[in-house]
């Protein structure tokens, strides 16, 4: 059974930095990374990285989120910097299958950015 256990949420004040954590079990996963959604706006992209490690960055993050994966230990990490009220948002794990077939969803972690 696949499971996706996210920690590391929080509140912070702006210009403050959190690490996020994705710990995976159950299969091996190509790409993983962390979408967020804002209340009554659609969930969006933030950051991804495949198994070898080719990362890719939502443009509002880019320079101050970092995404990386220990693939020994299925574990994604998100070190966010520079946090802005704007990133305030329910952050999810998220993580595709090798075959590329399934995605699987963490349960979620609120990030709080206060001003």
């Known amino acids: 059974q696949v499971q996706l256990v996210e920690s590391g949420g929080g509140l912070v004040q702006a210009g403050g930095s959190l690490r996020l954590s994705c710990a995976a079990s159950?299969?091996?996963?190509?790409?993983m990374g962390w979408y967020r959604q804002a209340p009554g706006k659609q969930r969006e992209l933030v950051a991804t990285?495949?198994?070898?490690?080719?990362?890719n960055y939502a443009g509002s993050v880019k320079g101050r989120f970092t995404i990386s994966r220990d693939n020994a230990k299925m574990t994604v990490y998100l070190q966010m910097n520079s946090l802005r009220p704007e990133d305030t948002a329910v952050y999810y794990c998220?993580?595709?299958?090798?075959?590329?077939?399934?995605?699987?969803w963490g349960q979620g972690t609120q990030v709080t950015v206060s001003s």
């Open positions: 998220n993580a595709v299958n090798l075959s590329g077939l399934r995605t699987f």
């Open positions: 159950g299969s091996i996963f190509s790409a």
């Open positions: 990285i495949t198994l070898g490690g080719s990362t």
